[in-house]
């Protein structure tokens, strides 16, 4: 009795493991609750008066900014708003980096 009751414990305990998904693929707030915003770059847009905000596109629509303009913000031309671990953020490309790098 105790063997078969040891089997189907660990079947029980083999099928668990198999249906629990990787919980290291998206990061985690301040409350250690995963935190995704996005899954593809179709997820994100650009909002905010000078086109700085990157965010979830359900969202930046109704981000209000105030409209001033920074040089750094002429930079964000030459990246996109994206998915990132599971977060909308401009893509950090070399392009981008330079310029900021300029503006230094």
Known sequence: MRKILFL???????FLVGCVENR??????????ES??????NDCSV????GQVCGMKDKVKGVITTCEF???????????????????QW????????CMEELK
């Open 8 to 14: 189907i414990l660990l079947i029980g305990a083999i």
């Open 47 to 50: 909002g905010g008066c000078s």
């Open 24 to 33: 290291d693929t998206f990061p985690k707030g301040n409350d250690g609750v």
């Open 36 to 41: 995704v915003e996005c899954l593809s770059d």
């Open 91 to 98: 893509v950090e490309n070399q392009d981008y980096k330079n």
């Open 70 to 88: 920074r040089e750094s913000y002429n930079c964000l031309k030459l990246t996109n708003c994206g998915c990132v671990d599971g977060k909308c």
